[in-house]
């Protein structure tokens, strides 16, 4: 249910239930947490890039599978903290990058989850929605965090409330996602962009991901003794000995995410 390849220092993580255009059910969840733990524990691994195959992204959790009508109401709230939550903290708390290639639409948590990542571009004919609200549910795996914090209340709620879809130009121009990208170009593009940043100093990049993510629940000052400490741990990374001599040398770094 999740295809994983590894190269160029990119693992790449492409969900897969084309016919269901990828929603969610416990298999893939298993499998694609076992990706992001993988791009954990595997220093080879420097940078992920997630996906989907055939016309979707990810239609969010497989509907079919928490059916009300098959053995009465299931537990929700029991399916966000063993399946949704992890995965959310286990993208937030990766310290490599996290790419997000939005290939087609993304709806319910699958769109929430493409808003996770740290550099999120869509197919020029990707949409987003909010798709909890057609079916009496709440934004979850992150959305009501996310969406407030990247593109402000009034946009937020009537998102969320209306269930409308988005356009991949809208998202960008919000500044929901990173880029726009034409359809056939997409695969390229964001695997080379992945594929840079995993050639970069990643133990720095890691670091930044996390300073800027703090910042959400820190003050000027908090923030500011953050930055000091990161700095110091990034200070004595190998990465920044060679960044420096590389300039001062006037030739290419090789990084080593150390
Ligand atoms: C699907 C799904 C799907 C199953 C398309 N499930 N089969 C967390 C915790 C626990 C429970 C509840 O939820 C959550 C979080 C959530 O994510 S809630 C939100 C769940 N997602 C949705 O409500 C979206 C439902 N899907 C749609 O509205 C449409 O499929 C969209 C707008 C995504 C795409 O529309 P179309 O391009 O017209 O495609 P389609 O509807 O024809 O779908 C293609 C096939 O995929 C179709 O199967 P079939 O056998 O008829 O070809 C759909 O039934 C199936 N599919 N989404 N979530």
Redesign the pocket.
């Known amino acids: 249910t999740v295809l994983s390849a590894l190269g160029d220092g990119v693992l790449r993580l492409t969900l897969n239930r084309p ?3 990828n ?2 059910n416990e298999e893939m969840h298993l499998a694609l947490r076992a990706g992001f733990e993988r791009a954990h524990s595997d220093d080879r691994v420097r940078a992920v890039l997630l996906t989907g195959a055939g016309r ?1 992204f990810s ?6 599978d ?1 059916d009300p009508r098959k053995g009465g109401a299931p537990d ?1 709230g029991h ?2 903290e063993t399946f ?1 939550n992890p995965l959310l903290r286990l993208i937030r708390g990766l310290e490599k990058p996290v790419v997000c290639a939005v290939n087609g ?1 993304a ?4 769109a929430n989850i493409a808003f996770a990542c740290d550099i999120t571009l869509a197919a020029r004919s990707a949409r987003f ?1 909010q ?2 609200a ?2 009496g ?1 709440v934004p ?2 992150g959305g009501t965090w996310s969406l407030p914090r990247l593109i402000g209340e009034a946009r937020a709620k009537a998102l969320a409330l209306t269930g409308e879809p988005l356009d991949a130009e809208t998202a960008a121009n919000w500044g929901l996602i990173w880029r726009v990208v034409d359809d056939p170009a997409l695969v390229d593009e964001t695997f080379a962009l992945a594929a840079r940043l995993a050639a970069g100093p990643t133990k720095g990049l890691g670091l930044t991901k996390r300073a800027i993510q703090a910042a959400a629940t820190h003050s000027l000052d908090e923030q500011l003794d953050l930055e000091r400490d990161l700095q110091r741990e990034a200070g004595l990374s190998a990465d920044y000995a060679e960044g420096v001599a590389a300039f001062l040398e006037k030739r290419k770094p090789e990084f080593k995410g150390r």
């Open positions: 016919d269901k255009l929603a969610f979707g239609a969010g959790q497989d509907l079919g928490r929700l399916t966000i949704y639409v709806a319910g948590a699958g929605i798709a909890f057609k079916i549910l979850d795996s």
